[in-house]
Nanobody
Framework: QVQLVESGGGLVQPGGSLRLSCAAS????????MGWFRQVPGKEREFVAG????????YVGDSVKGRFTISRDNAKRTVYLQMNSLKPEDTAVYSC????????????????WGQGTQVTVSS
């Protein structure tokens, strides 16, 4: 099993930037594909970005393409989400998740989740 803890959320003005971190403990981090998801009350969880276990492949959702970047440092057991040019519609709880075997953008395909971190984009 793997335990995940997100950090880096907060309040930022439109056009600003934030970097979220997701620190893993427990099982061998480097064998897990990682994903970032976000959710607002009353809406389904949305795929934001994902990265393969080697870091060689990355995936970004259409709504954040060109603004968000995902990366990982397996030595530090951490995955990052760099968020630039933030918009009010990016406001949500952001969670990281982990799964083995094949990569997927479906949230129900992930076995392990962090508790989430709030990102609020507002002036």
């Amino acid at each position: 099993q793997v335990q995940l803890v997100e950090s880096g959320g907060g309040l930022v003005q439109p056009g600003g930037s934030l970097r979220l971190s997701c620190a893993a403990s427990g099982s061998i981090f480097s064998i897990y594909h990682m994903g970032w998801f976000r959710q607002v009350p009353g809406k389904e969880r949305e795929f934001v970005a994902g990265i393969s276990w080697t870091g060689g492949s990355t995936y970004v959702g259409d709504s954040v393409k060109g603004r968000f970047t995902i990366s990982r440092d397996n030595a530090k057991r951490t995955v990052y989400l760099q968020m630039n040019s933030l918009k009010p519609e990016d406001t949500a709880v952001y969670s990281c998740a982990a799964r083995r075997l094949t990569f997927t953008t479906r949230p129900d395909g992930y076995n392990y989740w962090g508790q989430g971190t709030q990102v609020t984009v507002s002036s």
